[in-house]
């Protein structure tokens, strides 16, 4: 059992929530409170209520997400908003969000964690955005096949492959989530291999005319991974039981 | 009792919630549902914490408000704002607001109220905003004080004056709440004395430059009468008790 | 053989050009000239430089596209640019692009052909932007798995869904192309089963608070029909040859 | 006597106009000229044209505000206007304004002026704006109803309080005008008590919310104390006669 | 002798200043007011120093001028302006402007002025702004030779023309004053042969390209007759003397 | 015979592109590619049809301008714009495009070249702009009149003069191409009398209010040096023909 408290304290410190930059509807921290203990924490991509169900199924008193409940901005406490928090204070959980600072964060981040599982022993960050590097990047000496099938085996199934840039795939950028729109700058950065998580339809062919290997992996797939690093040394340091939510949108 | 479902929509019918502007933090309607059954109806002007308590002390399942609880867009539910939906929640209090619809509408509007309150009794609309008009005038024949004395009878206490303008009042504007800001739309619109809930001290100067008569009523003062004559209504029609919950600001 | 100015006339006239209104991008018309006549029609989604060396090589010297070449505005003709534009220029081959207008035209529209295919037989106009109506809608007494099996036939490949949404698809919106993001307006709209094109990571949760099943049918695969719908109406009436180019990004 | 121009060369230094951040509706500096000489200087809150006819008739021919000329931008010469233009000019009195660099200067400042009357005698600037620090803060070991007492001693009158915070002051905040809308940022910044002149009526039901004491002191009130202080030490450095022109608003 | 404020209200009417759109700095109407007398009226084409010096050496008391005193918005009233201002109190002068009222007049506007004096009998309104049209077109039968020399004759100077459209200038419009950047604009609008005061460098390559004759007739030159006309019928309606000031530019 | 990315490299690293600010529309560096070869240079200020003609002519297969392509935004490669586009790559000509890298340049810039022809020969950088100083000053001690002459010789022509300052010229500001509506600033600066290449009528005045020289020598006048300077330099260094194309527009 741990207070409330020393959780969100010692995670808004960690994630250095104070000065990571972030969009507005992102409202990273303590997104709703609770009476103030925590037995068992829950983990997931997204706060929507498929997800609060099964978080409060699994007996969690805190849920951890990358995406909070707020990115629309101030909504009526209505329909499935209702429910999710009347379920949520009913059972006494607390959810806790954070973007960005989960993203870029060097041990929990899901860019870190995904570069160390298809073997980038030595990303540079790059890419830099209101202050911070947004990226991860390394050169790397082996096929797109192979890179592929890293990433595939990495996130559990299928990649999406624009395959416009060279069979060896030299200087390889990665930004987990939805940064497909940023291939147009990957290029200009000297990117020659751009992993992301989802992309528009018309990255497609702007990574064609820009000779760059566009490799889709998901935007739920590519974002697991740090909200459960964070959840693992949490529960550890803090001796609490966890749980990761499962609940994939294929997207 | 009655199906907050029913409530939900004669209200928004009543108020022309669909086609009545206002501005985008005010979020009119149903904005906190509960499981579905009201019996007893509280009313005020502010969505605060301490307005919560009283009606659930009153033992209302339905609180109407003129000022909602998203002014300030999307909030953490931490400190006063968890503790407020809580106690909503853990009591099955609904909550509904509703500003300019209720600030304008011929019957229950917090204008028109307040109008007949004074003896405006030939009131007609005026100042025009995204097609509605938010305000009501009429030429009256009687002195300042005279005025002054109405109005500090309905608001239950002292009004404060800029006697710029006329020792007889003439044509007399009315916009409840903090519209002290038009004043000089009011002296283009041909107004000579102006009655609203509160202004910025620079308005004051403003109207002694412009010659007109500016009365200061208090924002909560001028807003407590919409809420009130649409609970009685509301009431009547679905035999709900009611209560009113009186918490002035004196501002 | 026939005049481009004639085919540009033409076309400009049955999409209504003048009228219809479109993101500023998509620059609606005859993007680029040739030396002024036309034998054979080329058409295609993207105008992206594989697609204009298809072209070339299959001897059109008029592309038709949905997504033109300006969407990122002015950019340096180097690169891909220059050799877009240069190859098109030494083979004399004009470019044309309809975006929006192609999209709701009663005919050629993709929206209209999608609909033939999977048998919306009494589509009506719906959801309004700027003063048309963006997408086709119909109350459809089939099942979920029906509204599948139908679409993936019509597109020619698999299309993902959230089932979060009544088994029986009741009434059914349409926009084809890339507006998942307009899933909390459908709802709004009464729409209980979304069908569009590509729709980005977040709309998919979002599609289960709201209870609407959303078809995300492929953006390029939703958006084949119009091009060719026109060219074969084109080619008819001014005797030319046609190919379609097929150049599918898979998203 | 002195010359006009030396008098706003050292007052332009003095208050740092080249450097102190404001409104661009304050126009700090010389907002009216006159025909070069200075026997006597009179001070007021605003520029409005009973102040105006009130520091004609005490023979001034220097006037110096806190609010000057320009808050609505361009503005006709006609009516109010003309007349104080005029009125001005008739009688050739020139016309200096000061506004943020006469709240923060740390000896004429408003600010510090009124810190003085209260007993702050340890006030440390804070509240970042601009590069500059808006306010005065200081720990004061008195009770709610002592600093009362002392504000309303130094302000002449009655002083609004919503006393929701703790019953020692404990951190006071001080921001003379009308600052009361940042009450949320003083509640973040740590302040406990918060003395400001005024704030509309959703900075009262905020304020309960949050746990801080109000105090509204009134805007005119809280800000003579500057243009006196700065009148003080200019006149007997240049030698002029001086005098204050009384013109309260009650806000 | 006449009332100013008969003249102002009879030419607000003429003018019909209270519905014809005009940019913010504008601020049509009287901008300077006076004791209420007037009986000389000038009239001048800018509200300069140098214009106001003459206008009270010839003992107007009244200015008309077409570009007024707040384009650049609020201004201290100190160095030329404050001269400006003293100068017209000191004799009593009022200013009065009106801009685009007076290039659109049917009979007064300098669009109408001008299009008389170059031959074009019956010229058209074209090109909407606001709900206005801004210009006159009309089609003529004339050489680009002679247009130039009728221009010069009605301006009294030399006018700069790109030669760029056809010989016989055929649909000729007609914008007085700075509206040398819509020569786009015109083109697309179907004028052949363009008439304004004057435009910007890059105008000129413009025209060269879009086939367009454009004319710089100069800007000061094209809007005299505005002013002059209005004072003629003025002048002769209440009984006034009158005088135009000369004060080019020579731009 | 020289590489195009040579030159390229070269002048983008000489002119500083990826440091010195511009305006979007300027676009600099390599507007249009060519097949990757250059013998001879033509230079031009403006980039326009005409100015193409005379540099195909002239057999440049690089042609380098202050005012590129793409002021006017993404625009459709239609009439004279598809002419140009096709004439430069018929005829293998590349377009090369710098506008403030090639105002400011110490060597080559428009600035430092006039400077250099009427005598300014310690002038200094000033009047700061996104970080850089954008024009050249000097204390000069000679006449209006000499100064008019030096300039009229320098640019070949007359050159317009609003003669409002002092007789001696003083502070001598100069700022090429169409920054006459900085003339506020000028004054602001301390600038007696200011040079520029045009700018519109309201300059004039406000120049006369403000007692500032203002000479307008001409936007296309004034920035003919810059490209002459740079293709000197560029010709002899990589050894290739060159050749100055005269096409100006009398403003």
Same mark, same amino acid.
């Given at each position: #059992?741990?207070r409330?408290d020393?959780?969100?304290? &010692?995670?808004?410190?960690? *994630?250095? $929530?104070s000065e990571?930059?972030?969009y +507005?509807?992102?409202m990273?921290g303590?997104?709703?409170a609770?009476?103030?203990?925590?037995n068992?924490?829950?983990?997931a991509?997204?706060?929507?209520?498929?997800v609060?169900e099964k978080a409060?199924?699994?007996?969690a008193?805190l849920?951890?997400?990358?995406h909070?409940?707020?990115?629309q901005?101030?909504?009526?406490?209505t329909?499935?908003?209702y429910k999710?928090?009347?379920?949520?204070?009913?059972?006494?959980?607390?959810v806790?969000?954070?973007?960005?600072?989960l993203d870029v964060?060097p041990l929990?981040g899901n860019?870190?964690c995904?570069a160390?599982e298809?073997g #980038?022993?030595?990303a540079?960050?790059?890419?830099? &955005?209101k202050?911070i590097? *947004?990226? $991860?990047?390394?050169n790397m000496?082996i +096929?797109?096949?192979?890179?592929?099938?890293?990433?595939?085996?990495?996130v559990?199934?299928p990649v999406h492959v624009?395959?416009?840039?060279?069979?060896?795939v030299g200087m390889?950028g990665?930004i987990?989530?939805?940064?497909?729109s940023e291939?147009q700058a990957?290029?200009?950065?000297?990117?020659?291999?751009?992993?992301t998580?989802?992309?528009?339809?018309w990255t497609y062919?702007l990574?064609?005319?820009?000779?760059?290997n566009l490799f889709y992996?998901?935007?739920?797939a590519t974002?697991?991974?740090?909200v459960n690093?964070?959840?693992?040394v949490l529960?550890g340091?803090?001796k609490?039981?966890?749980?990761?939510?499962?609940?994939?949108?294929?997207?």
């Amino acid at each position: #059992m741990a207070r409330l408290d020393d959780l969100v304290r &010692w995670m808004n410190e960690e *994630l250095n $929530l104070s000065e990571v930059p972030d969009y +507005s509807g992102a409202m990273n921290g303590l997104q709703l409170a609770n009476s103030g203990e925590v037995n068992k924490v829950a983990t997931a991509v997204d706060a929507s209520l498929p997800v609060f169900e099964k978080a409060v199924a699994a007996g969690a008193d805190l849920l951890i997400v990358h995406h909070g409940m707020f990115w629309q901005g101030a909504q009526m406490l209505t329909g499935a908003n209702y429910k999710k928090i009347k379920l949520a204070m009913d059972n006494d959980m607390a959810v806790y969000s954070a973007h960005i600072p989960l993203d870029v964060h060097p041990l929990f981040g899901n860019n870190a964690c995904l570069a160390r599982e298809i073997g #980038m022993s030595d990303a540079q960050p790059y890419f830099p &955005w209101k202050g911070i590097q *947004l990226g $991860l990047k390394q050169n790397m000496e082996i +096929s797109r096949d192979e890179l592929r099938a890293r990433l595939e085996k990495a996130v559990g199934g299928p990649v999406h492959v624009c395959p416009a840039g060279p069979e060896k795939v030299g200087m390889v950028g990665l930004i987990t989530g939805g940064a497909g729109s940023e291939v147009q700058a990957m290029a200009d950065a000297g990117i020659q291999t751009y992993i992301t998580g989802e992309g528009q339809h018309w990255t497609y062919p702007l990574a064609e005319e820009l000779g760059v290997n566009l490799f889709y992996a998901g935007h739920y797939a590519t974002e697991t991974f740090g909200v459960n690093a964070l959840s693992e040394v949490l529960s550890g340091k803090f001796k609490l039981a966890k749980e990761a939510i499962i609940h994939p949108t294929g997207l």
